[in-house]
């Protein structure tokens, strides 16, 4: 049997591919349990975060391994095939081994060095034990994966090369403030009471933002979260839970939002962020837009036009309509025009477009005969009939300053939980994984992550030579169960020849034939082990069965008896 690992991640598929692949709690049991029923797999894990989805499994065919485990992604994730397969990755064997403990070492994470995910790969393999689709194999690959990433976390520096997702997240919200300056005095909305928000809960605590609200549709987690929060003698925060329900009314007291659920739908529309942001607490000014207040002063407008009015007193008096030839007082509003654009000419005669062209055009253009006029009349004919209007000529228009934000939003969810469209809302900023994908392509790498990667190189060594030689064991087992059988042949064939033999002679003689036994099998026993910890060593189990006649019933019961022994002691949980 051989490691396979198929998948995808941030580093292999658009953000848009990898939410829609997003696999629900009870779609990763399902996929593990029909992973198993495979006939090319006896084991398998699944190891589902929010930038990755990816299934391992032991194999005893690649080609039709790799055809049933990209299958069976593709089926539970709801993403056909023919469009999944173009972002799968393929690893195998050591390259399958190197590639799990990169990923526990943080050095494939979206934020390199990020150790959220050893307590991801732990729960990937608790969920395998518990379902017993994880064997002997993954059992030891999940468990020197921890071994490794805890390892390369205090032996190296790659701590400072990363930070966790929720810190990311923050200074990218931040924009260059740095988060413990730019956090302190505001109001935080956590939605969700699950590891990342959780974690996301005590970074906004720690970094000192003065009120934190856990929502979350299990009220139970949310009350424990906030509970712990205000119990920490290390904290000064203010820490209360709410229902789901009670959401849009917090949305609208909060300055930064943190989101992450396993909602496969969004939590947050855009409209009900718009709202939020126009019933919200006043900041600055106190005119809102429309006579609504707004936490963004008085330049605000959610979905609003920079156009200018068409009408009043304002567009009839200002110094730009001087000597306009419209009566701009008769012109109908229409949102979303100026008074140089379609709105203004609509239904107007060709002799007083040209005039209004000309005074569009600030006097460049001019009209020196009847017949360049009848010139320019013809071809602006020409040019509405193709068009179906009469193109309009107007000046650029000034655009008007967006606010600064004051509301903030950061959606850890994947799928997302906050409608991306949320980021047209003025004075709203939003951080998702997309975004965070992108900035994090940027970041410095440190030093120390040389360094992890020779720790990674040692222990896939390591790891591979041990499982070669694991993998000759069950060999090396049945070859001295068979000489112990000779020897019991021998000696119960002696006795029946010498039936006078006492005891004492009886018991040296048994020891003497099995030292014997023994020293003839200690050199090739070892030396065989030796070899087969080498790569392409495996070839040393079937020269054993071979030399020797040794039957593979015997060697596949053998494994059975030690994978049982396995099982019972690693199931309890992992390390």
């Known amino acids: ?265 969004l939590v947050l529309t855009a409209s009900e962020v718009a709202e939020a942001v126009a019933a919200g607490p006043v900041v600055g000014s106190p005119a809102g837009v429309g006579g609504v207040p707004s936490r963004f002063g008085s330049g605000a407008a959610l979905g609003g036009t920079n156009a200018r009015s068409l009408t009043g007193p304002a567009a009839a008096g200002s110094a730009d309509d001087e000597n306009c030839p419209l009566d701009l007082n008769a012109v109908p509003a229409t949102a979303g025009f100026s008074v140089l654009g379609e709105a203004a000419v609509a239904g107007m005669a060709t002799t007083e477009l040209e005039q209004h062209a000309a005074w569009v055009d600030n006097g460049i253009v001019r009209v020196p005969s009847a017949a360049a006029e009848a010139d320019a009349i013809a071809a602006l004919a020409a040019a509405a009939a193709t068009v179906g209007r009469i193109p309009e000529r107007r000046r650029p228009e000034p655009v008007a300053p967006q606010p600064a934000p004051g509301l903030f939003l950061l959606d850890l969810a994947m799928p997302r939980d906050i409608d991306a469209a949320v980021h047209r809302i003025p004075g709203v900023r939003l951080v998702d994984i997309e975004s965070l994908a992108d900035a994090s392509a940027d970041a410095p790498m440190a030093a120390d992550v040389d360094q992890v990667r020779r720790i990674v190189a040692d222990e896939v060594a390591a790891f591979g030579a041990a499982l070669r030689a694991a993998h000759i064991t069950p060999t090396v087992v049945a070859l001295r169960t068979m000489a112990a059988d000779v020897v019991a042949g021998e000696i119960a064939r002696l006795e029946g020849r010498l039936p006078g033999l006492d005891d004492k002679h009886r018991s040296e003689i048994t020891q003497t034939v099995k030292r014997v036994v023994d020293k003839l099998l200690h050199a090739p026993t070892v030396r065989v082990k030796q070899l087969a910890a080498e790569p392409g060593g495996a070839g040393y189990a079937d020269a054993l069965r071979t030399l020797f006649d040794l039957d593979q019933e015997t060697v596949d019961a053998v494994s059975r008896a030690e994978d049982s022994t396995e099982k019972n002691s690693k199931n309890r949980g992992p390390a």
């Open 1 to 265: 049997m051989s490691l396979l690992v198929v998948g995808l991640s941030h580093r292999s598929a658009p953000v848009s591919v990898l939410e829609r692949a997003a696999l629900s709690a009870d779609a990763q049991v399902k996929l593990l349990q029909d992973a198993v029923a495979a006939e090319p797999a006896a084991e398998a894990a699944v190891l589902a975060t929010c930038n990755r989805i990816e299934l391992y499994a032991d194999v005893d065919k690649f080609h039709a391994g790799v055809a049933e485990l990209s299958t069976l992604l593709a089926q539970h994730s709801g993403v056909g095939l023919e469009e999944l397969t173009p972002y799968l990755y393929v690893h195998y064997e050591d390259r399958a081994v190197h590639h799990l403990f990169s990923v526990a070492c943080g050095l494939d994470s979206m934020v390199v060095g990020e150790g959220q995910i050893l307590g991801q790969i732990k729960d990937s393999l608790a969920k395998a034990q518990e379902l017993h689709t994880a064997g002997r194999l993954l059992n030891d690959l999940f468990q020197q994966a921890l071994r490794v990433g805890k390892r390369a976390h205090s032996e190296t520096g790659i701590d400072r090369a990363g930070q966790s997702l929720v810190t990311f997240g923050l200074e990218q919200l931040a924009s260059g403030t740095a988060v413990d300056a730019w956090a302190p005095g505001k109001k935080a909305l956590v939605i969700g009471a699950g590891s990342m928000s959780s974690l996301a809960a005590a970074t906004l605590a720690r970094v000192g933002v003065g009120e934190i609200v856990i929502a979350n549709r299990t009220s139970d987690r949310a009350e424990r979260l906030a509970e712990i929060l205000n119990d920490a003698d290390d904290l000064d925060v203010a820490a209360r839970a709410v229902p789901m329900d009670a959401v849009p009314g917090e949305l609208t007291r909060a300055d930064v939002v943190v989101s992450c659920t396993g909602a496969t739908g």
